[in-house]
């Protein structure tokens, strides 16, 4: 008579079988760096040995490293995703390792997909670029993926806004934009208009509230300001401007929520005959690399989008077996032609 095949133990049958999660079972027989207490390591290697479990290959695999670092962004059209990658790239290729580049959609449904299918081809580490990941986001679905990936020996690394209990880089969004108010409140300007993007958008909302702190904190407050929402876009900032223009009145500045925005915003004031500097002041921010380019040059602050994206390659490699510190970076103010004193011809 045929033996019959042993049944296959998993990682759930061996935590079971010790009393403790799962992910605490994937530490100690992963060798993980996270520390686990001696009396549950001993209590997992037991039962590991009495159920006689072998670890799946593919998690080994992960455990040793691959050489993939995946980079799932928002949108991957962008000036800013451009300078992210080009600088992983060099980081990673310089570090043995490559960048694979993933789109999400900007939404929680679109990040768990791109996650899931990550995870299939076992990268070393994940990197998630966006304005806002929620540890909520589809009732902790999403943070519950990441968690098994890091369980497996993945690294994770995020880029933006978060409450994750992973490594973390952000931009300061609301102290640069406060900077651009103040800069605009100093010159002058006393009729203000900002194209705050898209509703829903952390980012842009951000930016908006320091953009109103800066025009607010200064000895003569501005108070005549509009906070017209847009499409995030150079067309979204045409279209926002050339309504602004169709409702008369003077506008002595415009402070848009990036310079995709803000370029679109000098294209409508040009087809109106609307001088830049001369009648409105026009603000961006990101510090892309057109924003030097176009008439008048832009003012800008510029964020340090390739340092950031070199710092994310390192932070996700040099892996200490727990989150790194939080990094909150600044960006540079750039005063070009596009900005003012009010009056100045």
Not at 27 to 52: D, H, I, Y
Request: glycine share 12%.
């Amino acid at each position: 008579m045929p033996q019959r095949a042993r049944p296959t133990v998993t990682l759930h049958d061996v935590a079971r079988r010790a009393g403790v999660s799962i992910a605490t079972a994937s530490r100690v027989l992963g060798n993980s760096a996270r520390p686990v207490g001696r009396e549950l390591q001993e209590r997992v290697l037991a039962a590991a040995a009495e159920l006689r479990y072998v670890p799946d290959a593919a998690a080994r695999a992960m455990k040793r490293g691959s050489d993939a670092i995946g980079l799932l962004a928002d949108d991957l059209t962008t000036p800013m995703i451009a300078l992210i990658v080009a600088a992983m790239e060099r980081e990673a290729s310089a570090a043995g390792a490559f960048v694979t580049v993933s789109s999400t959609g900007g939404t929680p449904e679109g990040q768990l997909r791109a996650i899931e299918v990550s995870r299939a081809v076992r990268p070393r580490a994940l990197v998630l670029t966006s304005g806002r990941i929620d540890a909520a986001a589809l009732g902790g679905r999403l943070l519950d993926a990441l968690r098994s990936y890091a369980d497996e020996g993945g690294h994770v690394v995020i880029v933006g806004e978060s409450d994750l209990p992973f490594t973390r880089i952000c931009f300061d969004n609301r102290g640069g934009a406060r900077t651009l108010g103040a800069l605009v409140a100093r010159d002058g300007h006393r009729r203000v208009a900002v194209l705050g993007g898209p509703d829903g958008h952390f980012t842009a909302a951000e930016r908006v509230a320091g953009f109103l702190d800066g025009l607010a904190d200064h000895p003569d407050p501005v108070t005549d300001v509009r906070v017209v929402p847009c499409e995030d876009s150079r067309q979204g900032g045409h279209d926002a401007t050339r309504a602004l223009l169709a409702e008369g009145g003077d506008i002595d500045a415009i402070l848009a929520m990036n310079d995709i925005v803000a370029i679109g915003a000098l294209a409508a004031l040009r087809a109106a005959g609307v001088p830049v500097p001369g009648r409105t002041s026009v603000v961006g921010f990101d510090g892309i690399p057109l924003a030097a380019d176009v008439t008048p040059r832009l003012t800008t602050l510029a964020l340090p989008f390739a340092r950031v994206g070199a710092e994310a390659i390192h932070r996700a490699i040099d892996h200490d077996g727990g989150p790194h510190r939080p990094l909150r970076v600044s960006g540079t103010l750039m005063t070009r032609q596009s900005l003012a004193p009010r009056g100045a011809a």
